[in-house]
C-alpha cells in the first residue's frame, strides 16, 4: 500500500500527470476515481481508497452511479468533500446523457422519448414521476420531475401536471415513471393513473401522448402497445 498523497509517488505513476500525458482514456476507474478524490486518508493513498470504493459496489460503475451519500459515508477515509466530488459527477454525467432542451430533436417515437429520460430514472432505488412537455411540433420544452417515492409507488398529480403544461402552453405530454424492481410491466395503479391524466388533459386540449416505464435498460410505452 502507498503511503502519503499522489504528489509522493514517482510521476509516471501519478493518475494526473498520466491522465495529461496519455489521455484519461489510458487510466482505470480506479485512477479516474482518484483524481476527483484529489488525496486519501491516513494509512490509505487516494488510489487505495478509489479502489474500496469501487469494491464496495462490486466493482461496477453503474452499481456506484446508484449509492447516495449515506452509503459513500461508511466508507472509512470518505468525507463530505470527497462525497460531493462523486454525486457531483454522477449528475453532470446523468445531465450530459440527457441532454438540454435547446439540443433536442423532435420527439417522434417511443424510443426516442426514452432514451431522453432514461438516464435520469433507470438506476434509481426508487420510483420517480417525471413529466415531457412538448410543443405543437413535438419538440421538448422542458422535462420535469413532479414526484419521488419508495421502492414500489410513485404519486400523479394530476393537476399540478396539467398546470404546468397549461403554464408551458405544451401541447402534449408524455408521462414516465420507473420501475426499481426491474419489470417495465404495468401495474392496476399504473393504468389507472394514465386514464385519469388523459381525460384530465383532454379537457384542456393537450394530448397525452404516452406513457414510459423506465426499468434499466428496458422500457414499455403505452402508446405502443395500444391502451393509451
Not at 4 to 17: T, V
Not at 62 to 82: C, D, Q, S, T, W
Not at 109 to 137: F, G, T
Not at 157 to 182: C, F, Q, W
Request: hydrophobic content about 40%.
Amino acid at each position: 500500500m502507498k503511503r502519503g498523497g499522489i504528489k509522493g509517488w514517482n510521476k509516471d505513476e501519478r493518475p494526473r500527470e498520466r491522465l495529461l500525458e496519455k489521455g484519461a482514456a489510458s487510466l482505470s476507474d480506479a485512477e479516474l476515481i482518484a483524481i476527483l478524490l484529489s488525496n486519501g486518508s491516513r494509512g490509505m493513498s487516494a488510489l487505495d481508497l478509489s479502489r474500496e470504493i469501487l469494491k464496495s459496489c462490486d466493482n461496477s460503475l453503474r452499481e456506484l452511479a446508484k449509492v447516495n451519500y449515506h452509503k459513500l459515508l461508511a466508507i472509512k477515509g470518505m468525507g463530505p468533500a470527497k462525497i460531493s466530488a462523486l454525486l457531483a459527477l454522477f449528475e453532470l454525467s446523468r445531465r450530459y446523457m440527457t441532454r438540454e432542451a435547446k439540443e433536442m430533436e423532435r420527439v417522434s417515437s417511443s424510443s426516442y422519448a426514452a432514451q431522453i429520460i432514461k438516464p435520469l430514472l433507470r438506476d434509481l432505488p426508487h420510483e420517480e414521476c417525471w413529466v415531457m412537455y412538448l410543443n405543437r411540433a413535438n419538440k421538448l420544452i422542458s422535462k420535469e420531475r413532479m414526484s419521488s417515492g419508495g421502492i414500489s409507488a410513485t404519486v400523479v398529480d394530476v393537476k399540478i401536471i396539467v398546470r404546468n403544461a397549461l403554464e408551458k402552453y405544451a401541447s402534449s405530454i408524455i408521462l414516465v415513471h420507473n420501475h426499481p424492481s426491474g419489470s417495465v410491466q404495468p401495474g392496476d395503479n399504473d393504468k389507472r393513473q394514465t386514464y385519469l391524466l388523459k381525460e384530465a388533459s383532454a379537457v384542456f386540449g393537450i394530448t397525452l401522448l404516452d406513457h414510459l416505464i423506465i426499468a434499466g435498460d428496458s422500457y414499455f410505452s403505452f402508446s405502443d402497445e395500444g391502451i393509451i
